[in-house]
């Protein structure tokens, strides 16, 4: 069993639409929780960082982490053409090993 | 500042070749991690560093060796390839983590696509 699981889509949405984007995770260890954006043949770039549970704001994304449940989501507002990209959700227990999910190839169409 | 870059960007093996992949970092981060991802699997964690002359295993290190002689680089070998190492490799740095919860970044290179014949 992966440590996380995710669902590679890809998920198609029309401009303007509210996103979900969702994690699962087995290890009750983990307590710092990624998200982040990858536009084709780039490297990842970190979009949200929670610690611990709870919810955290930035501009039109929102975290989540549900640690009782061991799921995270990613919600992107007004969602844009331009992000249009593949997110991943990576978690670590202690910083020093990161467990990344296959990422969900997000079409925000105009 | 450069950020992290890594050397070279494309490469092209056959089977039984070895060569290295070099990362360099400008950002003075103690850690430093190697990643391939493949489609479907995500990144997933070769070797990391957590400063100068250490190293460790992560999820996916057999048929992989690695170096961190200076703080700026880490260098990622592949002695005899194999079709299997087909992929793309990422390396990330990222500060000490001296105060936990506030923040956190991991920083990663463009890649660097390697295939093996």
Redesign the interface.
């Known amino acids: 069993q992966k440590e996380v699981e995710q669902d590679p889509g890809p998920l198609s949405v029309p401009e303007g639409a509210i996103v979900s984007l969702n994690c699962t995770y087995s290890n009750s260890a983990f307590q710092y929780f990624m998200w982040y954006r990858q536009y084709s043949r780039k490297g990842p770039e970190l979009l949200m960082y929670t610690y611990s549970s709870g919810n955290k704001e930035d501009g039109r994304f929102t975290a989540q982490v549900d640690k009782s449940s061991k799921y995270i989501s990613l919600f992107i507002r007004d969602s844009q053409p331009s992000d249009s990209a593949t997110y991943l959700c990576a978690m670590s227990a202690y910083f020093n090993k990161f467990y990344f999910g296959s990422g969900t190839k997000l079409n925000v169409k105009p | 500042n450069a950020g ?1 870059t890594q050397t070279p960007k494309f490469r092209v093996l056959k089977t039984g070749q070895s060569m290295t992949l070099l990362c360099a970092q400008d950002m003075n981060h103690e ?1 430093m ?1 190697w ?1 391939r991802q493949d489609p ?6 070769i070797h ?1 560093s ?1 400063g100068e002359g250490t190293t ?1 295993k ?2 996916v290190p057999d048929g992989y060796n690695v170096s961190r002689l200076k703080k700026q680089n880490f260098l990622l070998g592949l002695e005899s390839a194999a079709p299997s190492q087909t992929s793309v490799y ?1 390396c ?1 740095s ?1 500060w000490v ?1 001296r105060v ?7 920083y ?4 660097t696509r390697l295939t093996v014949t």
Request: proline share 10%.
């Open positions: 992290v850690y991690y990643y479907g699997m995500g990144l997933r964690l990391y957590v460790a992560g999820e990422f990330a990222s983590p936990v919860g506030p923040y956190y970044e991991q990663f290179g463009p890649g």
